[in-house]
């Protein structure tokens, strides 16, 4: 008895209307609350996968990266012999591969998930925002690994972080967001065309070309600033080296165009992927 | 709170099927047809319209609390069309639906199950996905692992059990969904005899506890049991609703349930086979129609069409009947018989039909696969398929109806019972 009446107050505040939707759709960031313990839970999945399915599990959090400093370092340095602004390169270059990480491994799930889940997506509602969403949550617990790795190199080059570290969330912040922004667009163009699926490891692999990670900002001329500045992650990587390791401060106009870029990218994002939503269970 | 559960109007829901030369659309594709497409509508006029097809299309009905509806009608009747709109999978292209509470839908049992992940592991994620609250799955957590039955490997990774455990696993999570309406799509097809009992126990312990449900399946006699009233789908139309037995009795009787054919085309069958060419199996009711359900209590029409292209000596055309389970029901030939055996010791080339019956009253309910072989005794098999057809029995009007029980047995005969009343041992007594 006391199940019926508890259904039956649950019923009173529901009533769902199902119609045809057209053109722009509203973007109902309300639903994502109210499926808070979904995007938890996903995230969580992805996660648990993640180190159950490779063999070297945890460690291929710090091997990777590891592997790539040592790689760009040599590269870099050793070969092209690209100024560090006085910075130990190892360190110079693992500091901007952390955020990099991060979003390049959040963009690449993202953008994959939407297929990846659509045995789900065919089955069950939910906000289908949160899919993408997860995938881009959940590359942050390689990220803390990796956050320690680069606090006990710190303490080995004897770097104090400056007084600049309060910045160092927001950072991360928009590295996410650019991520789940332009994930969000590859994740709804792949439900409709699946060669972006083989697009998304070329396009990574340019986009790191493009960023300073194994270089300083500084290298590339001031006419091209205002350009190189229409990518995200260029002041998101030297925010980092910044904040970290007193490099010099990233330039006020490049931060503002790279947010505004970030919040166009997510917003559009969103509104894209609403858009395409309807169609996504019949597509997949 | 008003009366109704599900008030659905008008309802309908389009597909396009274009023309699709490859698998899915490429964005490749997509920038040089954009490109290419102000050329085209010089050569040939702006391009007409994606061809579509209507899924759905109107259909109005209602449903209210507490009620359990069945729907049936054959595969693409768009049954799962509307549950998918109804759980908010997909949405409706005209029309529309309201739905007044929280809907949970089984539209297969574990969904977003992940093969690494512990039992444990995926009750909590699969439960997520289903919509239920974290507190909601710990205080249910002890109930879900008692009904699966799986205490034992509950922090076993699910891709070490077998399947059976892992359709228990996820039906027991899915169980315990407490939504006001439940949307259910043929969870009852799978699993054996003793997990659909349970399955179908646990359907009627929500239909009793007030819960609306709407409930599409193959499954005939479940739908009689669980559901008041049933409605008809057919090509995305909805062509009655009745009180579930007339329903049923109609779908049977009509014809609907249809596809019960396999043909074979020239490009499927092996060289090897020559020169027998089978054409087509179909399965019919006395009325003659070709259909996927037959019923138990009338007589089976199985024929095959084939063609020899030239003589072959004591060939044999037969069939072999196999349910889901995989075990073999029997097996019979067409020269079986000794005068047929005679007649027939040698086949000339041409065009022939084999025909049988599988008398009434033999088979119990469920799905059936029919296999074809021809061959020539220890000479050679010709043509073998195993899986060549198969056709669901319903055992509605059979023996033993009155019990809503799931008989054993592989067969469900009529025997000739004689109750004797021994009128002397009783004066004894």
């Known amino acids: ?284 | 709170m008003g009366d109704i559960a599900i008030r659905v109007e008008n309802l309908g829901k389009k597909y396009r099927i274009g023309v699709q030369n490859d698998d899915y659309p490429t964005l490749r594709d997509a920038i040089t047809q954009a490109a290419l497409y102000p050329f085209r509508v010089l050569r040939y006029g702006i391009p007409s319209q994606h061809e579509t097809i209507w899924a759905l299309r109107n259909i109005s009905f209602e449903v209210k609390h507490g009620e359990v509806l069945g729907v049936i009608g054959r595969n693409g009747a768009g049954k799962s069309t509307l549950l998918k709109i109804l759980s908010r999978v997909t949405e409706p292209s005209e029309g529309y639906a309201e739905i007044y509470g929280r809907v949970g839908s089984l539209l297969e049992v574990g969904t977003g199950f992940h093969p690494e992940l512990t039992g444990r592991e995926n009750i909590y994620l699969n439960g997520a996905i289903l919509g239920m609250k974290r507190a909601e799955i710990q205080k249910k957590f002890e109930e879900i692992v008692e009904f699966s039955g799986i205490e034992k490997f509950i922090d076993t990774p699910v891709k070490r059990y077998s399947s059976g455990m892992y359709l228990r696993l996820a039906f027991a999570v899915a169980a315990h969904l407490e939504p006001q309406i439940l949307v259910v799509d043929e969870v009852l097809a799978v699993g054996d005899a003793e997990f659909q009992r349970k399955c179908l126990g646990k359907m009627s312990e929500v239909a009793n506890e007030g819960r609306t449900v709407l409930f599409v399946s193959h499954n005939m006699s479940a739908i009689l049991r669980l559901t008041q009233e049933t409605i008809v789908l057919e090509g995305g139309k909805m062509l009655m609703r009745a009180p579930s037995n007339q329903a049923v009795d109609f779908y049977l009787s009509s014809g609907l349930s249809q596809s019960g054919e396999k043909r074979w085309q020239k490009e499927d069958i092996l060289a090897e086979s020559y020169p027998f060419r089978p054409l087509a199996m179909r399965i019919r009711n006395p009325q003659g129609k070709v259909v996927e359900t037959v019923r138990s209590t009338e007589p089976i029409e199985v024929e095959v069409e084939y063609e020899l292209e030239s003589p072959i000596n004591g060939l044999r055309v037969g069939i072999y009947l196999i349910n889901t389970h995989g075990e073999t029901i029997f097996t019979s030939f067409d020269t079986d018989d000794g005068e047929m055996y005679e007649k027939y010791s040698v086949r000339q080339a041409g065009h022939y039909v084999s025909r049988c019956i599988i008398p009434a009253d033999l088979l119990n309910d469920g799905r059936y696969i029919l296999g074809l072989n021809a061959s020539v005794y220890r000479l050679k098999r010709y043509f073998h398929e195993p899986n060549a057809l198969n056709f669901t029995v319903d055992s509605t009007g059979a023996p033993g109806k009155q019990w809503f029980e799931v008989r054993q047995g592989f067969i469900r005969p009529r025997l000739n019972w004689q109750i004797e009343r021994d009128a002397y041992a009783v004066e004894q007594a």
Do not use: C
């Not at chain 1, 065919?122 to 993408?132: A, D, G, M, S």
């Not at chain 1, 600049?164 to 969000?184: D, E, I, K, M």
């Open chain 1, 1 to 284: 008895m006391a199940q019926q009446t508890s259904l039956a107050s649950k019923t009173s505040s529901e009533v769902v209307l199902l119609r045809p939707s057209r053109g722009w759709i509203p973007l109902n960031l309300h639903e994502l609350w109210v499926f808070r313990e979904l995007i938890y839970f996903l995230t969580w999945r992805d996660i648990k996968v993640r180190y159950k399915q490779t063999v070297l599990g945890a460690a291929w959090a710090i091997l990777q990266p590891l592997i790539n400093m040592v790689v760009l370092s040599f590269i870099f340095g050793n070969l092209a012999k690209l100024s560090t602004d006085n910075i130990p390169r190892p360190i110079f270059t693992f500091t901007a591969l952390l955020p990099w990480g991060l979003f390049s491994k959040a963009l690449a799930d993202a953008g994959r998930s939407m297929l990846a889940n659509r045995s789900m997506i065919t089955k069950v509602y939910f906000p289908r925002l949160i899919i993408p969403l997860s995938s881009v949550l959940g590359g942050l617990v390689d990220f803390v690994i990796q956050f320690a790795i680069l606090l006990g190199m710190m303490l080995y080059y004897r770097i104090t972080p400056t007084s600049a570290l309060w910045s160092l969330p927001f950072f991360v912040l928009l590295s996410l967001a650019t991520a789940f922004g332009f994930g969000l667009w590859l994740s709804a163009l792949n439900v409709l065309y699946r060669d972006v699926g083989y697009i998304l490891p070329f396009l990574t692999q340019i986009w790191m070309l493009v960023t300073p990670v194994a270089y300083s900002a500084k290298v590339v001329p001031a006419e091209y600033q205002f350009l190189y500045a229409l990518n995200p992650m260029v002041g998101v990587v030297e925010g980092f080296r910044w904040a970290l390791l007193g490099a010099r401060p990233p330039d006020a106009l490049t931060l503002a165009v790279s947010t505004v870029i970030s919040v166009i990218v997510l917003i559009s994002g969103m509104y894209y992927f609403r858009r395409m939503e309807r169609t996504f269970a019949d597509m997949v």
